[in-house]
């Protein structure tokens, strides 16, 4: 059945007058379009129920000045390292440093131990996250070397080397990670101290390859090893031994820009070498970017 509503007089001006205004509206909008290009907004609407008259207006978004431009300029610098990739890895795994009452480590032999919270492991995993921290992409290789006989770890780290090579990786610099060793009666000065705090000193070793038939290009990684060095010394004197250089190969032939760093010696706590780490990790910095 069809429903008539029947309006009062004040109800059907205000009918009227709604209606009007929202013609007026209308209008105003086309010609705001019409002018300005923008895509259309909703139309005003109009609702009636119950016999009641409800109408609501929609409005348009706020003009928007299209003659503002928002710039984002970055607020940091890239990393310095970023792009560059490390190998680090320990062809002598275990070595380890002085011993410490209440930091006590079981011992394979002096001087050395297999739990890698002491040994060169620890000190690789403290080294790659300052390298990490300063925007370098580290690979740390934690293969123990050493066993079943030390004599023959540089053929097994070679191996572990060669393998990298066939798979494609490759790398701005590789690094075997040491501790040195002395006599207790050595008058090698065993830490500088900066700001207050102990640091073991480090070394850069090289090898010539002499009795290899493949050698190394050892002047191209004595370059390397002076850079560090320098780098080193310039951040804290002292900190670093000259670079030493041995006929050994020490797996150097494998690609350019291989070294060997001592770090510390066996009189050496690890608490000392540790603290000299982001030194160290600047120091690589400094050379991967010259």
Excluded at 8 to 15: D, I, P, R, S, Y
Excluded at 177 to 199: C, F, M, P, Q, Y
């Amino acid at each position: 059945m069809a429903r008539f509503y029947v309006w009062k007089k004040g109800q059907a001006l205000a009918v009227l007058l709604g209606a009007a205004l929202l013609l007026t509206l209308a209008a105003v909008m086309a010609t705001v379009l019409l002018t300005s290009g923008e895509a259309p907004v909703e139309d005003a609407t109009a609702v009636f129920a119950g016999g009641e008259l409800i109408y609501m207006v929609e409005t348009p978004p706020p003009v928007v000045d299209t003659s503002l431009r928002v710039e984002v300029i970055r607020s940091t610098e890239e990393p310095p390292l970023s792009g560059k990739r490390v190998l680090i890895y320990h062809t002598h795994t275990w070595e380890a440093f002085e011993q410490v009452e209440g930091s006590r480590y079981v011992e394979t032999e002096k001087w050395r131990s297999k739990d890698d919270s002491v040994n060169m492991v620890a000190v690789g995993n403290a080294l790659t996250a300052a390298l990490e921290a300063l925007g370098c992409t580290v690979v740390h290789d934690e293969t123990a070397f050493e066993p079943p006989d030390l004599s023959t770890a540089y053929q097994r780290s070679l191996k572990m080397l060669e393998e990298r090579q066939a798979a494609g990786e490759t790398y701005d610099m590789y690094i075997d990670l040491h501790r040195d060793a002395v006599a207790s009666a050595s008058s090698i000065k065993r830490t500088v101290n900066v700001a207050g705090a102990e640091l073991a000193r480090f070394m850069v070793l090289v090898g010539k390859g002499q009795g290899y038939e493949v050698k190394p290009d050892w002047q191209a990684n004595f370059s390397v090893a002076e850079k560090l060095t320098q780098s080193l010394n310039r951040q804290a004197e002292g900190i670093c031994r000259d670079v030493k250089v041995k006929t050994g190969r020490f797996n150097q032939h494998i690609a350019p820009c291989c070294v060997l760093i001592e770090c510390g010696l066996n009189y050496n706590t690890l608490e000392q070498v540790l603290n000299g780490i982001p030194y160290l990790a600047q120091a690589i910095c400094d050379t991967l970017t010259q």
